[in-house]
């Protein structure tokens, strides 16, 4: 993927975390590896949200076709230029589709966060006037009824009109220290705020409950094993606090805390009972997995846009790639000097003098490409027309290598030849040639230009109106697979 959208963004990441959940139900939350299963399900909103957003590509040479899927064409595909008719760029058309996509995105991340602090909020408000009693390692607050027995951070909320023998006592006590020990909240806060940026994914909200069930797991099994090993009596007493616990305490409870009397209260019970040994197998099944999901991503970023279908006039339009040059040797018989190498991706890409990068090429084309003026309704179209151009060595783009790889008519293939020939001078790409280690050297790079013509009556306005090019840039070089 050449061009990362919003949309791109969330459709990549809600299959991503689609697989690695589907992984977690089926294989390993039936197993009682509950520190294992923590990590795997703190790891994969992680990298549901972060994984399409690292510059993974397949080398350009590890795949025969370039943009497109026409061999023999490899460049650097840039973001898409939108275009509309000339002169009514200055007409206001009022949010497209991407904006409202944008605006919906950032409404739905914001809400997320202030219930999160909101949550917060409320927890502090609620725990602060309470006494509290300072211990090695965690805090103690007396709730005096006011909260139910629970954690967060580094604080235990007691409740001490609970009645509880000693020994009942303890485990409680001992469950809620394992959540401080092990930094259970930080992982919740963690899920909180990936929770927020993939609010539209379901599998981030399900991996919040999956997250918070294992956190209790955890916490059970400190509780359970004391000094003297676990024995069936233990484990028996233990269910029943629980379920007695949460049946006095239904409805009852702290957000974002660590309660003991927390929800499916029957699972934990079933899962304290289970005596069968772990299947560590399925452990391994993390690591292909991350490796399917990585190739997918790799595949999915180099695969370019698709380009437009191409009717035959216009295919009689299009601007044929130029030929060879010819070699002229005063003696014939000795072999003609080796065409410089054109590279599709460089240790430094070229850039436009002042800098700006892929941005800065793709404004000053849209800047100086025009709409084909006086063309009769009928003649306009919609479409996308890729341009190919080369920045040799020296920082030029040379004339000779700006040519169409698909077109439209005859009028959108001039225009869009035109802009590309008005290209200042580059700083030229460098790489290191022909060692490894050796100096950086000036190289041609070639470069590819998706521009679309949008020909668009807005509601309002009876002229057609210029589209300006959004979305989110992150190039990349090379082909799909």
């Known amino acids: 993927m050449n061009q990362l959208s919003l949309l791109n963004w969330m459709l990549l990441s809600t299959a991503l975390l689609a697989a690695?959940?589907?992984?977690?139900?089926?294989?390993?939350?039936?197993?009682?590896?509950?520190?294992?299963?923590?990590?795997?399900?703190?790891?994969?909103?992680?990298?549901?949200?972060?994984?399409?957003?690292?510059?993974?590509?397949?080398?350009?040479g590890w795949w025969g076709t370039g943009p497109a899927g026409l061999v023999g064409v490899a460049a650097v595909l840039l973001p898409a230029v939108e275009v509309g008719?000339?002169?009514?760029?200055?007409?206001?058309?009022?949010?497209?589709?991407?904006?409202?996509?944008?605006?919906?995105?950032?409404?739905?991340a914001a809400l997320m966060l202030a219930r999160l602090a909101y949550g917060l909020g409320r927890l502090w408000r609620t725990a602060h006037r309470l006494p509290r009693t300072a211990h090695a390692g965690h805090t103690l607050v007396e709730t005096?009824?006011?909260?139910?027995?629970?954690?967060?951070?580094?604080?235990?909320?007691?409740?001490?009109?609970?009645?509880?023998?000693?020994?009942?006592?303890?485990?409680?006590?001992?469950?809620e220290l394992a959540h401080v020990r092990q930094g259970h909240t930080y992982d919740r806060l963690l899920l909180e705020l990936l929770r927020a940026a993939l609010w539209f994914n379901p599998f981030a909200h399900l991996c919040g409950r999956?997250?918070?069930?294992?956190?209790?797991?955890?916490?059970?099994?400190?509780?359970?094993?004391?000094?003297?090993?676990?024995?069936?009596?233990?484990?028996?007493?233990?269910?029943?606090?629980?379920?007695?616990?949460?049946?006095?305490?239904?409805?009852?409870?702290?957000?974002?805390?660590?309660?003991?009397?927390?929800s499916?209260?029957?699972?934990?019970?079933?899962?304290?009972?289970?005596?069968?040994?772990?299947?560590?197998?399925?452990?391994?099944?993390?690591?292909?997995?991350?490796?399917?999901?990585?190739?997918?991503?790799?595949c999915e970023k180099a695969a370019?846009?698709?380009?437009?279908?191409?009717?035959?006039?216009?295919?009689?339009?299009?601007?044929?790639?130029?030929?060879?040059?010819?070699?002229?040797?005063?003696d014939s018989h000795l072999a003609p000097p080796p065409a410089p190498a054109v590279y599709t991706y460089v240790e430094q890409m070229p850039e436009l003098v002042g800098g700006g990068g892929n941005r800065a090429i793709v404004d000053f084309i849209q800047n100086h490409l025009q709409y084909p003026a006086n063309l009769p309704t009928a003649e306009?179209?919609?479409?996308?027309?890729?341009?190919?151009?080369?920045?040799?060595?020296?920082?030029?783009?040379?004339?000779?290598t700006v040519h169409l790889v698909k077109g439209l008519t005859a009028p959108y293939n001039t225009a869009v030849v035109q802009a590309v020939l008005q290209l200042p001078r580059f700083t030229p790409g460098m790489q290191r040639v022909p060692a490894e280690n050796g100096p950086k050297k000036p190289v041609a790079v070639s470069f590819t230009v998706p521009i679309r013509f949008a020909w668009k009556n807005t509601v309002g306005f009876s002229k057609p109106v210029l589209i300006n090019w959004q979305g989110w840039v992150m190039p990349s070089s090379g082909t799909g697979c």
């Open 20 to 60: 690695w959940w589907t992984c977690y139900r089926l294989a390993l939350r039936p197993e009682r590896s509950f520190a294992y299963n923590r990590a795997f399900l703190v790891l994969g909103p992680l990298l549901a949200a972060g994984l399409p957003l690292v510059p993974l590509a397949w080398p350009a």
């Open 85 to 108: 008719p000339a002169g009514v760029g200055a007409v206001a058309t009022g949010p497209d589709w991407t904006d409202w996509l944008l605006i919906i995105y950032l409404a739905g």
């Open 144 to 175: 005096h009824g006011q909260l139910p027995t629970s954690s967060f951070g580094r604080v235990v909320f007691w409740d001490e009109t609970l009645a509880l023998s000693p020994a009942e006592a303890r485990q409680v006590l001992r469950h």
């Open 210 to 262: 999956a997250l918070a069930l294992t956190h209790e797991y955890l916490a059970d099994e400190a509780a359970l094993h004391d000094d003297s090993s676990l024995t069936p009596s233990l484990s028996t007493s233990y269910s029943q606090l629980l379920a007695r616990q949460v049946a006095s305490r239904l409805g009852f409870s702290v957000p974002l805390a660590h309660s003991f009397s927390h």
């Open 264 to 298: 499916q209260t029957l699972s934990r019970i079933a899962m304290i009972q289970k005596t069968n040994p772990i299947r560590r197998w399925k452990q391994w099944l993390a690591l292909p997995l991350a490796g399917v999901l990585v190739v997918a991503v790799a």
């Open 304 to 330: 370019p846009p698709a380009a437009p279908a191409v009717s035959n006039a216009s295919t009689d339009a299009q601007v044929a790639p130029p030929p060879p040059p010819k070699l002229v040797s005063n």
């Open 380 to 400: 306009r179209v919609d479409g996308t027309v890729f341009v190919q151009f080369i920045v040799n060595e020296k920082g030029i783009v040379e004339p000779e």
